[in-house]
Nanobody
Framework: QVQLVESGGGLVQAGGSLRLSCGAS????????MAWFRQAPGKEREFVSA????????SNADSVKGRFTISRDNAKNTVYLQMNSLKPEDTAVYYC?????????????????WGQGTQVTVSS
């Protein structure tokens, strides 16, 4: 079992930055691939970024490439999402997710554990 808790969301103006954090319980965090998804009102949950269990490989949705960076600190059981050059269309609830494999996927159903989400609102 892994419990995930996100933090760092908030209200920011367009062009600004936020850093999301996701803390995980358990002693096997380094065995889990991690990802961030987001869901805007009236829309389906969509993939944002993912990172392999070792942190060696990352992937990003086209919509956030060059603006968002995912990273992890396995010693702190934490994964981060640095979000720069934010746009109003980035407004959503952001969710952290974990899967007990080394590799990542962009498919939400492949992730076994989810956090409660943190709201990110970007004003124009």
């Amino acid at each position: 079992q892994v419990q995930l808790v996100e933090s760092g969301g908030g209200l920011v103006q367009a062009g600004g930055s936020l850093r999301l954090s996701c803390g995980a319980s358990g002693r096997t965090f380094s065995s889990y691939a991690m990802a961030w998804f987001r869901q805007a009102p009236g829309k389906e949950r969509e993939f944002v970024s993912a990172i392999t269990s070792s942190g060696g490989v990352t992937s990003n949705a086209d919509s956030v490439k060059g603006r968002f960076t995912i990273s992890r600190d396995n010693a702190k059981n934490t994964v981060y999402l640095q979000m720069n050059s934010l746009k109003p269309e980035d407004t959503a609830v952001y969710y952290c997710a974990a899967r007990p494999y080394t590799g990542t996927t962009t498919t939400a159903s492949a992730y076994s554990y989810w956090g409660q989400g943190t709201q990110v609102t970007v004003s124009s």
